[in-house]
C-alpha cells in the first residue's frame, strides 16, 4: 500500500537531528581529522578500517583548529588518490598539488587541508531532510555534514540513507 503525499511530505520535513538519531548505526563511517594531518598520518586508520570485512570509512570529515567542519573526502575520490593509473580526473585536487606529486607516494605529505573538497554541503540539525537532498543535488554530493547549533560535527548523512528510508516508507509490505 502506498502512503499519502501528506505522510511524504510528513517525511521529507523530518529534521535531520531526528533521522541522524533515529538511524544513526546505518549511517556512513567517518573519521575526523584536521585540516593539517597528512595523508600519511590517516592511512593506517583507513587500512584498519576496511580490515576484517568490516563496513570501512566512507567520508573523511575535515575540520578546522576550532573543531568545525570544513570539507569531506568522499570514498571515491580516496580511490582517486590511491589509483596510480586512474581513469578519474583527480578532480578533488586542487592546483597548488603539481601533477607528478598527485601518485600516492608523493600526495602521503601534504596537508589533508590541501586535498579535501572544502565546499562541501553542511547543514544544521534542524534542517530537513527535503532541505539536505536539495543541497546535496545543487553540490552534486553524495554526503551531507549534520552540525549542531555550536556548528560542531554532529553526523554524516548519505544520500542513500535518505533515499532507501523514503522509500522504505512509501511502499509497505
Same mark, same amino acid.
Given at each position: 500500500m502506498l502512503l499519502l503525499l501528506g505522510d511524504l511530505d510528513k517525511l521529507l520535513r523530518t529534521t535531520l537531528r531526528e533521522f541522524v %538519531?533515529?538511524?544513526r548505526s546505518e549511517? &556512513?563511517?567517518?573519521? =575526523? =581529522? +584536521? %585540516?593539517d594531518a597528512t595523508f600519511k598520518n590517516i592511512v593506517n586508520v583507513l587500512r584498519e578500517s576496511v580490515d576484517h570485512g568490516d563496513k570501512g570509512v566512507e567520508v573523511v570529515v575535515v575540520v578546522d583548529k576550532d573543531q568545525k &567542519? @570544513? +570539507? @569531506?573526502?568522499e570514498d571515491l575520490e580516496l580511490i582517486e588518490i590511491f589509483s596510480s593509473h586512474s581513469r578519474w580526473s583527480l578532480s578533488i585536487l586542487k592546483p597548488p598539488i603539481r601533477r607528478r606529486a598527485r601518485g600516492p607516494a608523493g600526495i602521503l605529505n601534504v596537508p589533508i587541508g590541501r586535498i579535501a573538497r572544502m565546499n562541501s554541503p553542511i547543514l544544521k540539525y534542524d534542517s530537513t531532510i527535503?532541505?539536505?537532498l536539495?543541497?546535496?543535488? /545543487?553540490?552534486? /554530493?553524495?554526503? @551531507?555534514? =549534520?552540525i549542531d547549533d555550536k556548528e560542531r560535527l554532529y553526523g554524516v548523512v548519505s544520500s542513500r540513507n535518505l533515499l532507501s528510508k523514503i522509500l522504505n516508507e512509501l511502499v509497505e509490505d
Open positions: %538519531e533515529m538511524h549511517l &556512513p563511517r567517518y573519521i =575526523v =581529522v +584536521g %585540516e &567542519p @570544513i +570539507g @569531506i573526502i527535503k532541505d539536505a536539495d543541497l546535496m543535488d /545543487s553540490f552534486k /554530493s553524495r554526503y @551531507i555534514i =549534520v
